[in-house]
């Protein structure tokens, strides 16, 4: 199974900034829809941002105002960039991608994960 690689997490105070980064492997061909969600201990995995190959963007309604997602298909790279960073951000954040194998088959991936801790 293809794994996406993360990159960005850490910690920061509330109010700041960070910018998650996914890439595909080269075993990918091409991205098609594609995004990020976050999961806290407990509770379901939810989306925050999802982009698709047309360029339609969906945010979640926490998201919305604070959160850009951007994505480069050259590089098979979405990004996320996070303001305006709150306490309740915190979350492991996952990126997911409908991709294209150069062997041909069509998967839904997933990366292994990247911590976002936001203090008060």
């Known amino acids: 199974q293809e794994q996406l690689v993360e990159s960005g997490g ?10 998650l980064s996914c890439t595909a492997p080269r075993s990918i061909f091409s991205v098609a829809a594609t995004g990020w969600y976050r999961q806290v201990p407990g509770s379901q995995r939810d989306m925050v941002a999802a982009i698709t190959s047309g360029g339609n963007i969906n945010y979640a309604d926490s998201a919305k105002g604070r ?15 996070m303001n305006s960073l709150k306490t309740e951000d915190t979350a492991v954040y996952y990126c997911n991608a409908t991709v294209s194998t150069r ?18």
């Not at 959160?67 to 960039?81: E, P």
């Not at 062997?103 to 008060?120: A, F, M």
């Open 10 to 19: 850490g910690s920061v105070q509330a109010g700041g900034s960070l910018r």
């Open 67 to 81: 959160f850009t997602i951007s994505r480069n298909d050259a590089k098979k790279s979405v990004d996320l960039q």
């Open 103 to 120: 062997d041909h088959r069509e998967l839904s991936c997933w990366g292994q994960g990247t911590k976002v801790t936001v203090s008060s």
